[in-house]
């Protein structure tokens, strides 16, 4: 009876998790579909999600974790709403990508060490190379890629966006 509650509470806590496992007919052979449709549910992968994954499809944590943390497409910490990646490969570099992340930080009050804002809106990292070297410098907004970028549309981009939350937010 006690176990049988303790099943029930953890389905009713993991019920989006359930359902995506029940998608992969909890097959631990799609460990990276489960993870990355966990991670679109949530933006990121919880320590307990993972813990909760490694246990319905008989895996140890530990390994659930080693493929959750070697993948970079994975996240371990929350992302906001807005992930904004700047290249940094040879291309995007030597045309002044880092000015425009720079930018993005300035504007958005981030630091190497807080990479998200406190409102989960926007999250910025830096990235080897987007693959989009003929564009460079290049940023990329969720999957929006913007080409030949300069700090001044980069900061009217991030205004952009601000802006359209804001109005969302008035008209809801």
């Known amino acids: 009876m006690i176990a049988e509650k303790q099943m029930l509470s953890r389905t009713r806590q993991f019920g989006k998790v359930c359902e995506i496992l029940d ?16 991670q679109e549910e949530y933006r990121y992968l919880p320590e307990e999600v993972l813990t909760f994954v ?8 530990a390994r659930v974790y080693g493929v959750a ?12 709403k ?14 002044g990508s880092m000015s425009l992340a720079e930018i993005v930080k300035d504007k958005l ?6 990479r998200t804002t406190p409102d989960m809106l926007f999250t910025l990292e830096t990235v080897s190379c987007l693959g989009a070297c003929g564009l460079a410098p290049v940023m990329v907004v969720n999957d929006e890629v913007h080409g030949q970028m300069t ?15 804001k109005s969302y937010a008035r008209n809801n």
């Open 151 to 165: 700090v001044e549309k980069a900061g009217a981009l991030i205004d952009q966006i601000i802006e359209m939350e």
């Open 54 to 61: 490694a246990t319905s499809l008989n895996l140890s944590p």
């Open 82 to 95: 807005y992930v904004i990646r700047v290249c940094d490969g040879t291309a995007c570099h030597v045309k």
């Open 23 to 38: 998608r992969y007919s909890n097959d631990s052979a799609k460990l990276i579909p489960i993870l990355q449709a966990v």
């Open 109 to 114: 009050n981030l630091d190497d060490k807080h």
């Open 69 to 80: 943390t070697f993948y970079s497409h994975f996240a371990l910490e929350p992302k906001g």
